[in-house]
């Protein structure tokens, strides 16, 4: 089973600040990687797919880079609507497995 | 609009069994490999189980195997979830998301998830 890490666990940022998560895999996931967001009170949606590409809807303030084993999502500048659960997902393989995740909130 | 919609959660004592549905909406969900994923009570995401396109092949995690069994009917739209052998730890938040894939993949991402059913299992 692929195990993935992130950091840091709790990020709190102040609007208009950038914010970085790291997703570190313990085997090469080439580029397989996703990330989710949770708001408070939703089900997960997708921001980034196979480790760089926003999904339909997501701005552009969120980017995605990296492959093999380390990821990061950034944004650029936090908004008071990005606060909620990250999560890196990989999908190379089964069981797909997820990261602990990312609480984001504002300062 | 592609849209997800969970049913068949409820309480349910140790032992019993329970049918999750999700129903498809949007979409051909004959094109599209599907997945269960659940969320226990203030924990994160754990991937129970994913079907392919057709229903011919599905995958289980360790946690459920044996006891969850996943199938699709695609001329209902609708993807189903059979909980046998229930335990207080499957306790959670069943999300239904479709699969999207890369060229040479069969499910790489997960977009969109449905709202999610919740499941209790209590003695």
């Known amino acids: 089973e692929i195990v993935l890490t992130q950091s840091p666990l709790s990020l709190p940022v102040s609007p208009g600040e950038p914010a970085s998560i790291s997703c570190r895999s313990s085997?090469?996931?080439?580029?397989?990687l996703d990330w989710y967001l949770q708001k408070p009170g939703q089900s997960p949606q997708l921001l980034i797919y196979l480790g760089s590409n926003r999904a339909s809807g997501v701005p552009d303030r969120f980017s995605g880079s990296g492959s093999g084993t380390d990821f990061t999502l950034k944004i650029s500048r936090v908004e008071a609507e990005d606060v909620g659960v990250y999560f890196c997902?990989?999908?190379?393989?089964?069981?797909?497995?997820f990261g602990p995740g990312t609480k984001v909130d504002i300062k | 609009e592609v849209q997800l919609l969970e049913s068949g959660g409820g309480l349910v004592q140790t032992g019993g069994s329970l049918r999750l549905s999700c129903t498809a909406s949007g979409f051909t969900l004959s094109s599209s490999a599907m997945t269960w994923v659940r969320q226990a009570p203030g924990k994160g995401l754990e991937w129970v189980s994913s079907?392919?396109?057709?229903?011919?092949?599905?995958h289980y995690g360790d946690s459920v195997k044996g006891r969850f069994t996943i199938s699709r009917d695609n001329s209902k739209n609708t993807v189903f979830l059979q909980m046998n052998s229930l335990r207080a730890e499957d306790t959670a938040i069943y999300y239904c998301?479709?699969?999207?894939?890369?060229?040479?993949?069969?499910?790489?991402?997960?977009?969109?998830w449905g709202q999610g059913t919740l499941v209790t299992v209590s003695s």
């Open positions: 997902m990989q999908g190379l393989q089964t069981p797909f497995t």
């Open positions: 085997d090469s996931l080439h580029n397989y």
């Open positions: 998301a479709k699969c999207s894939r890369a060229e040479t993949g069969w499910c790489n991402w997960l977009d969109p």
């Open positions: 079907i392919r396109e057709s229903g011919g092949s599905s």
